[in-house]
Every structure is written in structure tokens, then in C-alpha cells.
């Protein structure tokens, strides 16, 4: 609340200062007169004073309070998702080498590309659809991938995906494989996309962070 009031006298410090009468620097001819500190409090207790100027710095002094709190539940929201994120790939990565690639499987018994993702996602409480194509349009599409974006695997000109991945940084993914036999495991995104005859990676950004 002290940083609402500081704003508020400062509001009718500048408001003091755009007077005609009570205004901090008085001109007489080329000659500038600036008042005082103490001046300029006078003049906010004088302004203080008045209905519709207390009026207008309350209803600033709010605006700047409701500002301030929705940048503090901003805050932690990325804090939280920064969390949810580091666990939600510290689970997926305990399974590499161990969970099979099984076709519809979504669990860490068995699971296709999808699946994978889907029950990540699930560890920290968000529901995917189990589906490549749908989980590349269940959030934003971003250009500068961070850790815990979806990496999706199609071809240009179709909005569908074929595969998809979790983004580990530094052009890794973690994923379930792409068939039978193949085990969960980290990745290159570009070697996997040439390797797979998929030339557009996209990425998806589900939780901010």
C-alpha cells in the first residue's frame, strides 16, 4: 500500500505543478521561480483538500493497486508453471529406455506419441486429448520453443500432426518412439524430422513459463 501512496502524492505533486495559481515553476518574463519541497506539499495538502482531486487520486491509487495485484498472480503463475513443467518432464524422463511404444497406449506400461504427452500433462493437471493433431492445437503456437512445449511433427500446408514430443531445450525432445520395439527416449528434433519424412516441426506452448 505504501508504494499506492507514494504514487498518489506524486499524482498531486504534478497536479500541483499544472495549476495556474499554485504552479511549481512561476515564469516572469525569461526568469524562472521553482518553489520549494515544502512548497509542493503544501500545495498536495491544499489539492488533499479538494472533493474531486481526492476523488481522482483514489481512483488512481486503485487502479494502480489493481495493476500491482494482477502482476503479482502473473508472477505466480509462471512460478507455478516452472514447477509444473520440472516435474512433469522429471516424471516422463524416468521412464527412458524402460516404457515400451505401445500403438494407443497412454500409460507408463505402454504408450504411443501421444499418449506420452497426454499423461505428462496429466502429472500436473492438465487434460490433452490423445491425439498428435489435437494436442498441437490446444495451445499457442510459438516460434521460440521453451522446455515443456509440445513438439509436433507433420508436413506443410496440412494443419494435422503425425508425432509428437516433449521439448527438452537445446533441439532435444523426449518421446515415446515412433513404433513397435522402440523404447522412450531423448531425441534430436531435426535429425528425427528428416528421418521420419516430416518437414514442418511446430511448437506448443500449454502452460507459460
Known amino acids: 500500500m505504501k508504494r499506492f501512496l507514494t504514487l498518489s502524492t506524486s499524482l498531486l505533486i504534478v497536479l500541483a505543478s499544472c495549476g495556474t495559481s499554485s504552479a511549481s ?44 495485484k494482477a502482476d503479482l498472480l502473473h508472477q505466480a503463475r509462471l512460478i507455478g508453471n516452472a514447477k509444473n513443467i520440472a516435474k512433469m518432464v522429471d516424471e516422463v524422463r524416468k521412464r527412458i529406455g524402460i516404457t515400451p511404444y505401445v500403438s494407443s497406449g497412454a500409460s507408463p506400461s505402454g504408450w504411443d ?37 509440445i513438439v509436433s511433427f507433420g508436413w506443410r500446408g496440412w494443419d494435422g500432426a503425425q508425432h509428437s514430443g516433449i521439448y527438452l531445450g537445446d533441439g532435444k525432445m523426449l518421446h515415446a518412439g515412433g513404433h513397435a520395439g522402440m523404447r522412450t527416449e531423448v531425441a534430436d528434433i531435426s535429425e528425427w524430422a528428416k528421418g521420419s519424412g516430416n ?8 502452460l507459460t513459463n
Open 25 to 68: 515553476a512561476l515564469e516572469t518574463g525569461n526568469a524562472k521561480t521553482t518553489v520549494s519541497a515544502v512548497e509542493s506539499l503544501k500545495m498536495v495538502d491544499l489539492l488533499q483538500s479538494k472533493p474531486q482531486v481526492k476523488g481522482l487520486v483514489q481512483k488512481y491509487a486503485e487502479q494502480q493497486q489493481a495493476l500491482y
Open 199 to 206: 518437414t514442418l516441426v511446430t511448437y506448443t506452448r500449454i
Open 113 to 149: 506419441c501421444s499418449g506420452l504427452v497426454t499423461w505428462a500433462y496429466a502429472q500436473v493437471g492438465v487434460e490433452l486429448y490423445h491425439s498428435a493433431s489435437a494436442q498441437k492445437q490446444s495451445g499457442k503456437i510459438v516460434k521460440m520453443p521453451k522446455k515443456g512445449d
